[in-house]
């Protein structure tokens, strides 16, 4: 295999292709971990409701919710489900699904590779049947509506609904009660064949491994299915424009106090993932330095009774959308947009970040992240997520290491604007 290293993060991965299959498989060793972990993800998520199949001109639309959905139905098999499997062996398996990707995994601390067996085996063999594709429609339902009874989800949707115009980020993961009904036996094959296509999915191990024996262990499971090369898939978006769609979604529910989220519309990442991540990474510290625990503004709002240490900010940072997002429980939500907005105001003028400031959230921002490298779900989760986008975790610390306040104060001015703000809250009935 293939090895790449990082003298920053003090960390190997070795890599391979599996041709003609198009697998990337990828081992980050972690000698003397008692714990193994493994993914194994494609690239297909909530957003890809359009696109055209390989081999077909025509673009083809389906239902809000059907990655989430066929994600649900691997775990399905016709003398059982895939969960028994792993219990057998010791280990625990789940999955996830998010605007852009789904991942199957699974951790253990013994029988590491018949697990990587089961998890590509069950993968890569779907049992779709019309009566539980039926039976699996109730079953999201329920998940739909109580996700909907749920105020911090609910604050969260509507605001990318109050973000977004057209574009599917404004759409639940899982869709909607509505949407799933149009799902069925042949619409999950059809995605299936498109997006589960070996060459749009990448393998990722971590633990004690041998990298030779993971990469050989996955060559073995692919070589007698007799995959052929496909063609990269072409997904369409709609064109979303730059501003948002509403300014503010207000709703009353069964809350003790009500709950804000503030966003920031950004524009659609580029075409060079360096740049994106970089944008990533300044917008980060930016956040950090404006709301972080260790500011002046979130002492403030604290002192004030405006937040607790629940509030947060974050930034989201897709392949075609991108947004910040802050805030939380609060007793006035009126007077926490307003202290918000004018501690922003404030920052934005010429001495308004301190480079102390600055030079300690960039240290920080370090350390959290070499933190991580010691949970391996964590560091699976980064690897995935940096990969689907065209880079690698490995590239995180060089990018992190260059940026300077200048960048953080010209993002300021560029992005935390009003013109680009939405407002959602949930207010007690």
Not at 59 to 65: A, K, N, Q, S
Not at 121 to 139: H, L, M, R, S, Y
Not at 223 to 236: D, H, M, N, T, W
Not at 322 to 350: C, N
Request: hydrophobic share 40%; glycine share 6%.
């Amino acid at each position: 295999m293939h090895k790449i290293t990082s003298q920053l993060l003090g960390e190997n991965l070795y890599y391979d292709v599996i041709e003609p299959a198009g697998l990337q498989v990828w081992v980050m060793p972690k000698r003397g971990y008692k714990k193994n972990y493994a993914t194994f993800a494609t690239k297909y998520g909530s957003v890809d409701r359009e696109f055209i199949v390989p081999g077909t001109q025509a673009p083809l639309r389906v239902p809000d919710g059907i990655a989430h959905f066929l994600e649900h139905k691997l775990f399905e098999e016709p003398d059982g489900n895939v969960f028994d499997h792993f219990a057998e062996l010791g280990a625990a398996c789940n999955a996830y699904t998010n605007y852009e990707a789904t991942t199957y995994l699974f951790s253990c601390t013994e029988n590491f590779y018949p697990c990587l067996e089961t998890l590509l085996d069950f993968v890569q063999n779907p049992f779709f049947t019309p009566e539980n594709v039926a039976k699996e429609k109730g079953i999201i339902e329920q998940e739909l509506r109580m996700y909907e009874d749920s105020p911090r989800w609910r604050v969260s949707s509507n605001l990318m609904k109050a973000i977004f115009h057209h574009h599917p980020a404004r759409v639940d993961i899982g869709g909607t009660v509505a949407s799933i009904q149009e799902i069925d036996a042949e619409l999950l094959q059809k995605c299936y064949r498109t997006f589960y296509h070996p060459s749009n999915m990448v393998l990722f191990a971590t633990g004690d491994l041998d990298p030779d024996q993971v990469l050989a262990t996955v060559q073995r499971d692919l070589s007698p299915r007799g995959y052929e090369p496909q063609a990269p898939i072409k997904r369409l978006f709609p064109s979303e424009p730059g501003s948002c769609y509403q300014s503010r979604i207000e709703e009353k529910m069964v809350v003790s106090q009500p709950i804000l989220k503030l966003g920031f519309k950004d524009g659609a990442p580029g075409a060079d993932p360096t740049a994106n991540l970089r944008r990533e990474i300044v917008t980060g510290i930016l956040l950090e330095m404006l709301f972080g625990k260790s500011s002046q503004l979130y002492a403030t709002l604290y002192e004030q009774g405006l937040i607790d240490q629940r509030f947060s900010a974050h930034y989201m940072n897709g392949a075609t959308f991108a947004l910040s997002v802050l805030g939380g429980e609060t007793r006035d939500p009126e007077r926490l947009i307003e202290l918000v907005t004018g501690g922003i105001a404030a920052a934005q003028t010429s001495d308004g970040l301190d480079i102390k400031d600055f030079a300690r959230v960039r240290n920080k921002t370090t350390g959290e992240l070499l933190h991580l490298l010691n949970r391996l779900d964590e560091v699976a989760y980064l690897f995935n997520d940096y990969h689907f986008r065209g880079t690698s975790l490995f590239v995180y610390p060089e990018v992190l290491a260059s940026v300077t306040l200048k960048e953080v104060h010209d993002r300021l001015v560029e992005h935390l604007v009003p013109e680009n703000m939405a407002v959602s809250i949930i207010w007690p009935e």
